[in-house]
């Protein structure tokens, strides 16, 4: 018997393909020949959302400049003086002169009486302040009876002050 490994070889037969399997086949084939894209390339939906949230945040940017009061909130500063027993009485405006937290107050400081400002409420000259606070208001303007601005306000503007 003739050696096998000299025997004429063919190849093997191709498996029946439809036609419309054919046509996607070698649509496949095409595809991975393409050269690849590019990874940071931009599709339209991208660029869609991109847009629709610098729309929102302008929305949002604008109602907030609308809601916002066109003249700062105007806060009345009076000047007390406090005692070692936080007993505290409305003083002359210029005993709180010279700095802008309010005159000599220190929570160390060993010195009384301590004149300070008290911002807000019913400040009435030799009585005691009612409804209002020692702590510094912020983003508001701040003026003392005698018309004098401690305060700046509005966005962006002014410090704020440290409380007691």
């Not at 940071?40 to 907030?64: D, E």
């Not at 003249?71 to 009076?78: I, R, Y």
């Not at 005692?83 to 929570?107: I, L, P």
Request: proline content about 9%.
């Amino acid at each position: 018997m003739p050696d096998p490994a000299r025997w004429p070889t063919r190849p093997p037969p191709e498996p029946f393909v439809l036609p419309s399997q054919r046509r996607s086949e070698e649509a496949y084939r095409a595809q991975l020949r393409k050269p690849p894209t590019r990874s940071g390339s931009t599709n339209s939906a991208t660029v869609m959302g991109a847009v629709a949230i610098v729309g929102i945040a302008a929305v949002i940017g604008g109602a907030y400049l609308l809601d916002r009061p066109s003249k700062p909130e105007t806060v009345t500063a009076s000047c007390v003086r406090e005692e070692r027993n936080g007993a505290r009485t409305v003083v002359a405006d210029s005993q709180c002169s010279g700095t802008g937290s309010g005159g000599s107050y220190s929570k160390t400081s060993t010195t009384w009486p301590q004149y300070r400002y008290y911002y807000g409420g019913n400040a009435q000259l030799g009585q005691a302040p009612t409804g209002g606070s020692t702590i510094k208001p912020s983003n508001v303007e701040i003026k003392t009876k005698s018309g004098t601005v401690i305060q700046r306000g509005g966005l962006g503007r002014g410090g704020g002050g440290s409380g007691s």
